[in-house]
């Protein structure tokens, strides 16, 4: 078989085909790296990085599929991860993880280590451990959309060390009776912001609305030329099996529509 390049710290800026989509025998890919832009062909090509990003590179996207992909929102979410010395303050309490309903974030669990080796670990309620903690920005009441932009802005916009004060008083306020000090405890704190995290499926996602086939399905039936779209997305289910199945399904669509 021919070999397979991978192109790493790359970023695709647009994808187009060569002529029209119909007869074209390439699609042209635009990728920056380092400060550059280079181009490369491609037979063909599957769209699995999500719909906000996918509907601005593919250039003359046909209207089907672009209202298609207008039709899919995300919503922001916050990883907080929390080094603790120690995780007997839950261990009193006779748990690992928890939800709650008021302040900042909305669950918490111990975060679980892969252990390798002949000679595992153990893990105790004295070991440090990672938490994790979800943090989420819904409004209810607001248009789904414009729950998204307003969650990005925030959840962008807070700085570092509120963060950290908000996460260390939510933690006391949990905590401090079963023996949990934010000052001694906690070793440090890493923040990662997910701008698209989740989709947030609207009435109709599923199943269309009106007799109309819902979105993910004009895009799951329809490749565009030599273009088929992947990602989760358009599962709507948010598990790395689905993110499997819609790419292996794009994959064999490429090569039964267009390479055959
Ligand atoms: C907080 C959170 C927790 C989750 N936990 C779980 C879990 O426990 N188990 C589970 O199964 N699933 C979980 N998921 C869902 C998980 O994210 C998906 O299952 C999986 O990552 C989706 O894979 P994907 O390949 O479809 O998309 P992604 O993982 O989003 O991959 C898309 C890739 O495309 C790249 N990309 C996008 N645009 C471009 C571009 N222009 N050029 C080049 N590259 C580009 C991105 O950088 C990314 O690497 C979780 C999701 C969230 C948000």
Redesign the pocket.
């Known amino acids: 078989g021919s070999s397979t390049h991978i192109r790493l710290r ?4 647009w994808v187009k085909h060569e002529g029209e989509p119909a007869k074209s025998e390439f699609v042209t890919v635009a ?1 920056s790296r380092d400060g550059k832009v280079y181009r490369l062909k491609g037979r063909t090509v599957v769209m ?3 719909s906000w ?1 996918t509907k601005h ?1 593919v250039r003359n996207l046909p209207k089907p599929q672009a209202d298609a992909y207008d039709q899919f929102y995300r919503s922001p ?1 916050l ?1 907080a991860n929390v080094a603790v010395r120690n995780w007997r303050f839950l261990y009193k309490l006779g748990i690992t993880g928890c939800r709650w309903f008021e302040g900042i974030g909305n669950y918490m669990e111990v975060r679980k280590i892969a252990t390798f080796g002949a000679d595992a670990p153990t893990i105790g309620p004295d070991s440090p451990v990672v938490l994790t903690l ?1 943090i989420l920005f819904s409004n209810p009441g607001m248009a789904v959309a414009a729950q998204g932009h307003r969650g990005r802005a925030e959840m962008l916009s807070t700085a570092f060390r509120e963060y950290e004060r908000q996460i260390r008083e939510q933690l006391m306020e949990m905590f401090a009776n079963s023996g949990f000090d934010a000052r001694r405890d906690i070793a440090g704190i890493v923040l990662n912001r ?1 701008g698209h ?2 989709l947030n499926p609207q009435p109709g996602f599923f199943f269309g609305t009106d007799g109309k086939p819902a979105s993910r399905d004009v895009l799951r039936a329809t490749p565009f030329g030599r273009i088929a779209f ?4 358009l599962a709507g289910i ?6 499997i199945i ?2 292996h399904r794009a994959v064999e669509q490429l090569l039964d529509q267009v390479i055959t």
């Open positions: 790359s970023t695709a800026v990728y699995a990085g999500g990003t590179i979410c990883m979800k997910w995290a989740y992947a990602n989760t997305d948010m598990d790395h099996r689905c993110s819609e790419a």
